[in-house]
Structures are given as structure tokens and as C-alpha cells.
């Protein structure tokens, strides 16, 4: 879609480390949670590193049946075998777990950090007055009723989402200079 404002793989993936990371606080201060936000932080940094060799597949195709999922689960993993490969030896231990989705808490906390940065791509581009995005927000929304069984999903929901829809401004105002 025509964006306001372009975003790389670099950019969205240091985005949803930082909500990751977010998300981790919150359930750690609010909701009983014993979570590293570090490491979760540092997965959610190379969660989309797989890209390099296989591109992005649009949300919508990735998820469009079962078959097609399972098929690019495969093609994601022999990415990462071959970013391995270029990896010298002593490495591969250290690199291999930031890649893997064996850690489910881990895999649900970046999937929520990954929705929401989706999200908040909407509401500023909607914000832009960009309205090539309505139809996304509404899809993602529906996607975040499910993330926001987890009380941190919707605690950052109430309290950071709203933000990103002010002007400079208006974020400027309770600050004092």
C-alpha cells in the first residue's frame, strides 16, 4: 500500500522489540509475569531476520490455508539453516536459539509486539490522513481481540496506543521545556 511514511525490515523489526520488551515490563510489574524482557527483546530484534532469503510474503497469503502456512514454515526454517551456513561455527549456538520459535511464551509475546506494531502502522497512517489503511486497521483489530486476552496486550493497548495517533504538539503539551 501507499505508505506516508516508507518502513524497512530493519525499522518495524527494532519497533517490535521495543513493544516486545514493553509488553514483558508490564506483565512482569502488573500481571505476576517472570519474563526476560532482554532476551525477549533481542528474539523479536531477529524475528523477521529470515526475510533476507525468503522476502515477505504478505499476512494475507502466509495465513490463507493451512497448506500454505505449513509451506512457508518449511521455507522459513531452511532460511534460517542456510543463515547458519554463513555464520562461522562458533556462532551458530548463539544465533540459533534467537531464531527459533521453541519458546512459546517467547513466540506469543513477539507475535503481539509484531500485531500491535501493524496496528500503530495504521493508526499513523491514518493519522497522516492516509485512508489506504482503514481496511488494514479493521482486519488487524480483529486480529488484537485475540492478543488482548493477555492483560499486557491490553494494558499497552489503553495506555501507549492512543499516542501514536497526536501530532508532535500534542505530545509536546504535558511535557515542560
Keep these: 500500500m501507499r505508505c506516508t511514511q516508507r518502513e524497512n ?7 517490535v522489540a521495543i513493544i516486545a520488551h514493553a509488553l514483558c515490563l508490564i506483565k512482569n ?6 519474563i526476560n524482557a532482554d532476551r525477549i527483546a533481542l528474539k523479536a530484534i531477529f524475528h523477521d531476520a529470515t526475510e533476507v532469503l525468503t522476502g515477505d ?8 490455508n493451512n497448506e500454505i502456512r505449513d509451506a512457508y514454515n518449511v521455507i522459513e526454517e531452511h532460511a534460517v539453516d542456510q543463515l547458519m551456513k554463513l555464520l562461522p561455527e562458533e556462532f551458530v549456538g548463539d544465533y540459533r536459539p534467537l531464531l527459533s520459535d521453541e519458546d512459546k511464551e517467547a513466540k506469543a509475546m513477539i507475535k503481539a509486539a509484531d500485531t500491535l506494531a501493524a496496528y500503530i502502522k495504521c493508526v499513523e497512517e491514518e493519522a497522516a490522513g492516509n485512508h489506504e489503511f482503514s481496511r488494514a486497521r479493521k482486519t488487524i483489530e480483529q486480529k488484537l481481540a485475540a492478543h488482548r486476552e493477555r492483560p499486557e496486550v491490553d494494558y499497552f493497548m489503553k ?6 495517533s497526536l501530532t508532535l504538539d500534542e505530545m509536546s503539551e504535558p511535557l515542560e521545556l
Excluded: A
Design 9 to 15: 525490515v530493519q525499522e518495524h523489526s527494532l519497533q
Design 57 to 64: 510474503l504478505p499476512t494475507p497469503v502466509k495465513y490463507f
Design 159 to 164: 495506555t501507549f496506543v492512543p499516542s501514536f
Design 29 to 34: 510489574k502488573y500481571f505476576g509475569g517472570q
